[in-house]
């Protein structure tokens, strides 16, 4: 037996060169960017419906919208709390805008509006400056002094006297904008006060979302407002929430599955020297994956970190088929006799998720590039470090030969079961093709977002009169121009929809900003101002107002007949630029820009979507968009791929496998306890109504790269015609680790982690009995090897 005194095994370079490679990966991990959020789960190359709701979705502005209720309390509470909130907030610096219906929060964006009033009026055009025109509009200006807009325009009659004002707020006002009481937003239905607030930063910056989100908290708090419950929510809170929610499932899952392997390990060899070489190849794995996945693709979705937890169940295998089985081989024998099987092992294993890397999908891929390279990284960390560290492996102390005997027992009695396992995996098969097929998993199901959370998120959308946004309008341009006058063509269609009655209303972007075009031909429509002082004496001839009296009215038009044209830039910093980028969404380099149309349905529901596209006809960039179908259509065709390439993945581990083995028996004997616990695993999950998804297929592949490890082994023992205790330990001890691992991944509540381990956990056991099972019969060597 081979051996490699303590002192001399630090002058080995294999230990050497990883540790520094360990402290390079580590090092990186803590410089990689962790993202959770659903786009890298949306294709690379999308329809152009698929890319439109993908712009929208990936839209940084959508996530920095702050949906808050103050519930509790008596109405003077709710309205004295929302306006000391709101002036709080807006005095953090840290909202671009934050609404609460009070008038003040207006004056900001005011300025702009009114010192370019006659470009963004729709009611300005040529007839607006006829004699009758202004007659018409001076006589409805001052009819309004009498109503509660009437407040508001007062001071602003002489400049003002069209009412190009009122214009443009009837124009940006949504239909079922909020019910105001006591000059502040409160809900229809419930005892609340309801504030709108816009962050400053990124929707996609979730750093910085999560600051915005504790300072509404903390201002909160210090208005000690006793019996009051602050109700937050929007999609940055969404993002928040997921990302904490995976950290810490993330985390707790790594503790937990690390203190149940440490403790499995611990009671089958007895010390701890074994435990600490057997997580080697784990720690390996996971540093090399996210290593390599944000090399790649430049950062680490939360749901492939959660994901490489799953490699303690299979790279702590590596190390403990070496420290088992070299405990009576030895070093130079272990890589003589049983490194090549744990070496096609793990080339099936990666063979099998070699075929996701190249995905179409980044989420997808990332999976791909975190196992193949995880598994790698553990493979090598078992053949090169861990013979040097333990070349006698293990000692045979702990719970090692009771699991050896109760293997070799399960091995020998298993066999006689081939025939009913073989008719139940038959059925399974059956089952499979006569029940409705459960592949039916939708991009929802990868989100950890509670439906509590989403219920309070309807909830607050109805009370602050939010379009639907079930169906949406949207059209792309080559620029923001392009994109503006579309916007326009469609409102133009929508706006007899609104007078028909079978549309309430809708937001556009041309309805903020114009285009370039109809901002010129406005422009073009001021008269010259002694044109206008002639026909404002003949309009107000005997008239409420006197022309004398609205020389300022005059001067704004001449100011304004040499403004420049506005711009979507010209919007920053005020509270109008959220609602704008919302719905204009800027091109990249390759891409068009987007024009969003949101849909307020009238009091009888959306319009039929039919009906919308007959009434779009005619109009080649509007496309009508049905939001939820649009989505399962992505994550349907991200499933399809999905099992096209686990497909080409079992093909090429077939393929190596028959190459390698060259034998059609020995080739059945390993191929039929996975295909096997495969089929049992899915007729399981299909039998309990799981709707099954991507994160299954996922565990599948886990499973066949698991259970090869396990057929292999069970051939090589056939092979030999005798099956010696420490294979045999290592396997059930393998299995223990792994069911154990998985087992705990199925409890998070992360559904697509724990769609990973409820799939793995029964397949990873099934693998074991039946590659016992339909393995040749070896006779187990002389008790004293146990």
Sequence with gaps: MSAISPPRRWRHPAPWIWLAAMAIGLWWCTRAVYVADLSA?????????????????KNGATGRVLMIGLRGGTAAERTDASRRLAVALRQSN???????????????????????????????????????????????????????????????????????????????????????????????????????????????????????????????????????????????????????????????LAIAGSIAMLAVLLVA??????????????????????????????????????????????????????????????????????????????????????????????????????????????????????PVLAPEGAAGAGLRARLARATAACAAALPRWRVPLLALSIAAVLALVWLPSPWRGSLSSLSPVPQAA???DASLRADLGAPDAGVIVAAEARDEAGALAAAERIGQRLDALVRAGQLASYQSPARILPSPA?????????????????????????????????LPFVGDVQAQRDVPVLHRADFEGTPLAAALDALLLPGRPGTPWTAVLMLQPAAGGMLPVATLRQSLAGLPTARVLQVQPELDGIYAGYLRQARWQAAAGALAVVLL???????????????????????????????????????????????????????????????????????LASLLMANLTTVVSFGLLATARVPALADVGMTVAPGALLSLLLAAAFSGRARQRAAGAV
């Design 94 to 252: 840290a909202f671009e805008a934050v609404h609460n219906g009070e008038e003040s929060e207006d004056e900001a964006v005011g300025r702009l509006l009114f010192e370019h009033r006659y470009l963004l009026s729709p009611g300005v055009d040529a007839q607006r400056f006829t004699v009758e025109g202004l007659r018409d509009a001076i006589d409805e200006t001052v009819s309004l002094l009498g109503t509660p807009a009437g407040t508001r325009l007062g001071p602003l009659l002489w400049r003002d006297p069209t009412g190009e004002t009122a214009r443009m707020a009837e124009a940006m006002m949504p239909a079922a904008a909020p019910r105001v009481e006591e000059g502040v937003w409160v809900s229809r239905t419930q005892p609340r006060a309801l504030l709108l607030a816009t962050t400053r930063a990124d929707g996609a910056d979730l750093d910085a979302q999560q600051a915005a989100q504790q300072l509404v908290r903390s201002r909160f708090a210090g208005l000690h407002a006793a019996g009051l419950q602050l109700e937050l929510s929007g999609p940055g809170v969404f993002a928040v929430q997921s990302r904490a929610t995976i950290e810490s499932e993330v985390k707790r």
């Design 518 to 550: 109809t901002q010129l031909a406005r422009r073009a429509a001021l008269p010259d101002g002694s044109v206008l002082q002639q026909r404002l004496a003949e309009a107000t001839l005997d008239g409420p107002l006197p022309a004398g009296k609205l």
């Design 41 to 57: 789960f949306l294709p690379s190359s999308p329809t152009p419906e698929q890319r439109v709701l993908m712009a929208q979705l």
């Design 269 to 386: 060899f007895g010390s701890l020297r074994p435990l600490v070489i057997a997580v080697l190849p784990v720690a390996s794995g996971v540093v090399a994956g996210i290593v390599t996945v944000s090399l790649a693709t430049g950062h680490v979705h939360g749901l492939t970190l959660g994901f490489g937890t799953t490699l303690i169940g299979e790279a702590v295998d590596y190390g403990i088929y070496y420290l088992v089985q070299a405990h009576a081989l030895g070093r130079a024998g272990w890589l003589r006799a049983q490194w090549p099987t744990v070496r096609l092992g793990l080339a099936t294993s990666v063979a099998g998720f070699a075929a996701l890397v190249v995905s179409g999908w980044e989420g997808l891929a990332q999976l791909g590039i975190f196992a193949v390279s995880g598994l790698l990284a553990a493979g090598l960390t078992t053949r090169y470090l861990l």
């Design 454 to 456: 989403l219920d309070l």
């Design 657 to 727: 496998l028959a190459w390698h083995l060259r034998s059609a028996r020995r080739l059945a004997r390993v191929l039929l306890p996975l295909a096997a616990s495969v089929v049992l695993v899915l007729a399981g999950l299909s039998l309990s109504g799981a709707a099954l998804g991507v994160l299954h297929l996922v565990g599948l592949l886990l499973v066949v790269a698991i259970g090869s490890n396990y057929a292999l082994f069970f051939d090589h023992l056939a092979l030999r015609g005798e099956a010696d205790a420490d294979t």
